[in-house]
């Protein structure tokens, strides 16, 4: 089985996460070892002019949304680091504009690098996490 590097792995999870969901995708070949790309925005489609892949070897890289790494571990964060904001950051997760409000509300407080290595932390804990689950084998 190939072994693939966790960095690229996360390339990929953040080149999907980039955009809108369904936007961006990408696919791991097991049976290759590499990684294909797909963009609607940018117009990229390394998926398509494949007919060598075997589908079964296959699996799309999940985007943060279907790791529940969105609104979940936002409020996860607060309830660590602002349990006195908890409310206020509810009422801003109704409205549109949510994550700017949220990250400048981080700022006022001194805590948005806090916030982005928490989110990092936790990202790469549930990619790894995925990764066993699928059984992909990783080199570092």
């Known amino acids: 089985m190939t072994k693939f590097l966790f960095s690229e792995i996360e390339d990929a999870f953040m080149y999907v996460g980039s955009a809108m969901y369904g936007m961006n995708s990408a696919v791991l070949c097991k049976d290759t070892g590499k990684i294909l790309y797909r963009s609607d925005m940018a117009g990229i489609d390394e998926i398509e002019d494949k007919d060598d892949l075997v589908?079964?070897?296959?699996?799309?890289?999940?985007?943060?949304?279907?790791?529940?790494?969105?609104?979940?571990?936002?409020?996860?964060?607060?309830?660590?680091?602002?349990?006195?904001?908890?409310?206020?950051?509810?009422?801003?997760?109704?409205?549109?504009?949510?994550?700017?409000?949220?990250?400048?509300?981080?700022?006022?407080?001194?805590?948005?690098?806090?916030?982005?290595?928490?989110?990092?932390?936790?990202?790469?804990?549930?990619?790894?996490?995925?990764?066993?689950?699928n059984e992909i084998e990783l080199d570092v």
Request: hydrophobic share 35%; charged share 35%; net charge negative.
């Open 55 to 133: 589908w079964d070897q296959c699996i799309g890289i999940p985007h943060k949304n279907d790791l529940d790494l969105g609104r979940n571990l936002v409020f996860e964060f607060v309830e660590e680091y602002l349990p006195d904001d908890y409310e206020r950051v509810r009422k801003m997760f109704r409205r549109s504009g949510a994550y700017a409000n949220y990250k400048a509300l981080l700022e006022r407080r001194g805590l948005l690098e806090k916030w982005y290595g928490f989110e990092n932390s936790r990202e790469a804990q549930a990619l790894r996490e995925w990764c066993k689950e």
